[in-house]
């Protein structure tokens, strides 16, 4: 089959990684989860101790960072300066943090880059805020995948406690850390979260997961090879 790219965007819980692993998966296709990069520069970022007004610090430790995305057994592993980082980046701490950073143009500039560079040979599945509206404008299958606040903080608890049965957080305080990290992200200036006026919007507020990967691949062939 031709290789194309497929651009997947849409708030905090919707499903874009699950969903965009396993369309890659189906496709023999490289994915790319472009919130993991974000959330390795946040890391970093902390790691060094940098005060939220020290941007410029910020800037040039993006630009001198080597962020290594490769395919594990169980999702993809994320490497910085050769150091697998997968697990650290998952914190509260990075969660609650990873907005305020990627709000910074230049560190943007950067990933971005990066992420083109992926995804130049095609054949890529790439998730993430801004990827049909920014990274690749050209994807040839561009989705919005969303679904009310509620289902998403639902997910995300129920993902959570299965994770560690003991963890200290509400349901509640998990819908308010997703709607205000959804605002952080939609109201930003550079490369916001939105729908690209050619992506395909769906609310998977009711859809199961395989539901949603089949949805996505019969649009690959309908877009693509024009239903064949
Ligand atoms: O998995 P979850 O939805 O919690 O978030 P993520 O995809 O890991 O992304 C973490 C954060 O990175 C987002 O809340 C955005 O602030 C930022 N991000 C971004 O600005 N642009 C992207 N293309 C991907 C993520
Ligand atoms: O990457 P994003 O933050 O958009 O979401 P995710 O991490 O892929 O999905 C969050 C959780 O929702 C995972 O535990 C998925 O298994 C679950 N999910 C679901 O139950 N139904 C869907 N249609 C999509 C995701």
Redesign the pocket.
Same mark, same amino acid.
């Given at each position: 089959m031709e290789k194309f790219n497929i651009a997947i =965007?849409g708030?905090?819980?919707?499903g874009?990684?699950t969903i965009a692993r396993l369309v890659a998966k189906e496709l023999d296709f490289i994915y790319v &989860?472009?919130?993991?990069?974000? @959330?390795a520069v946040?890391w970093k970022v902390l790691q060094e101790g940098l005060r939220p007004d020290q941007t410029e610090a910020m800037i040039a430790l993006a630009g001198g960072m080597e962020i290594r995305l490769v395919p594990g057994e169980n999702g993809q592993l994320v490497y910085v300066d050769g150091e697998d980082v997968t697990g650290v980046i998952r914190t509260p701490d990075v969660?609650g943090n *990873? %907005?305020r950073?990627? %709000?910074i143009a230049e560190i @943007?500039a950067v990933?971005t880059a990066k992420?083109q560079e992926l995804a130049k040979s095609k054949g890529v599945v790439m &998730?993430? $805020? &801004? /990827?049909g509206s920014h *990274?690749l404008p050209d994807a040839e299958v561009k989705i919005f995948l969303t679904a009310s606040v509620r289902v998403r903080a639902e997910r @995300?608890y129920r993902e959570m406690k299965e994770a560690q049965p003991d963890v200290d957080i509400t349901l509640e305080r998990l819908e308010r850390d /997703?709607a205000e $990290? =959804?605002r952080? &992200?939609q109201q $930003?200036e550079a %490369?916001p979260?939105v729908r690209a006026d050619d992506a395909v919007l769906m609310d998977t507020t009711d859809m199961p997961i395989p539901q949603v990967v089949e949805a996505i691949l019969e649009l690959c062939k309908t877009q693509v090879h024009g239903g064949k």
């Open positions: =965007d708030p905090a819980g919707a874009k990684s &989860d472009t919130g993991a990069m974000y @959330r946040t969660t *990873v %907005s950073v990627s %709000s @943007r990933l992420q &998730d993430g $805020r &801004d /990827i *990274v @995300r /997703i $990290r =959804d952080m &992200d $930003r %490369s979260l």
